[in-house]
């Protein structure tokens, strides 16, 4: 049975309750920004000393995913994969056994666009709780900086309602279209970056086998038509092996890719590239583990040990 709202309806446009369920790579600085903004926060984690920073920053501590949902009027959830998703929504103490008549979960976990759609469907009709599909994109300097660019799906009036609180988080925020519009946004999203991290490797392992600084690749290459943002972020950490914090963990990659591979086959979509790029992921996975930097990818075509 869901809980009704101390005063009916949601009013979202006084400073609402926040939520966030998942405090990790993204979760953590994300609702830093929360609460440097001023909003009222409730978080939990799994592991739970992961969010003992936020709550010594002035966020409150939940007992649940179900707790979370019982004080917030938006729930915020960043998680490793669907079935994280779905336990922390449906499962024992799950946000839907708490959730308040009007309030919005926000998911920012990047799923299967069809699971989202289901989980979406199940949880208006048991408690009354909208559902954003919202994955993300700018990893966590852009967490840390509130420049993430966000895709959603989604009703459009309950989007109008959280964009500000969003907005945030990030520099933008985009419907894109009804439910599971965001998650599948995302895939194409995945596509660019696999397959841009997969030929940024082999562009700088080519300049140092060749006896070229690779390191000074993003300088040479500014302004022409091979610049880009990864290409200034991700080669210099690439050749000077940096990957502590890493930006993203080779497993959440592949397990992207091979989510792109899922919806390709199911509409007759041809995507060899991201093909080829997920299997060079699993390689680094199996070589380095699944908490890997996904930037280590560079290191498989050369002679250092993972």
Aim: proline share 6%; aromatic share 4%.
């Amino acid at each position: 049975m869901a809980k009704a709202a101390p005063q009916g309806d949601v009013d979202m446009t006084d400073r609402p309750s926040l939520g966030y369920i998942g405090i990790g790579l993204m979760g953590a600085p994300m609702s830093a920004r929360l609460l440097e903004a001023g909003y009222g926060l409730t978080v939990w984690n799994r592991t739970a000393s992961k969010a003992q920073p936020l709550v010594a920053k002035g966020a409150g501590m939940g007992d649940s995913p179900a707790d979370v949902a019982g004080r917030s009027e938006i729930v915020f959830m960043c998680l490793t994969d669907t079935k994280a998703v779905e336990q922390a929504v449906f499962g024992e103490n799950g946000a839907a056994k708490g959730a308040r008549e009007g309030s919005v979960l926000v998911d920012f976990s990047s799923i299967q666009p069809e699971a989202t759609r289901a989980m979406a469907a199940r949880l208006k009709a048991g408690a009354g709780m909208d559902w954003i599909d919202a994955p993300v994109s700018g990893g966590v300097p852009g967490a840390e900086a509130g420049t993430l660019a966000i895709m959603a799906g989604g009703d459009a009036a309950v989007f109008e309602r959280i964009r500000d609180v969003v907005l945030t988080m990030a520099s933008r925020f985009t419907l894109m279209g009804p439910s599971g519009a965001g998650q599948t946004t995302k895939l194409c999203n995945q596509v660019i970056v696999g397959c841009t991290m997969a030929v940024l490797a082999e562009a700088a392992r080519l300049a140092m086998n060749a006896g070229v600084d690779a390191a000074r690749l993003p300088e040479a290459l500014a302004g022409g038509f091979a610049d880009s943002k990864p290409l200034q972020l991700f080669v210099p950490r690439m050749v000077n092996a940096q990957h502590e914090p890493p930006l993203g963990h080779v497993y959440t990659m592949l397990k992207d890719l091979d989510s792109v591979g899922d919806l390709a086959r199911s509409c007759m979509s041809p995507v060899p590239f991201a093909a080829m790029a997920a299997e060079q992921f699993r390689l680094l996975m199996v070589r380095g583990g699944p908490e890997a930097d996904a930037l280590e990818i560079f290191k498989l075509s050369g002679a250092t040990r993972l």
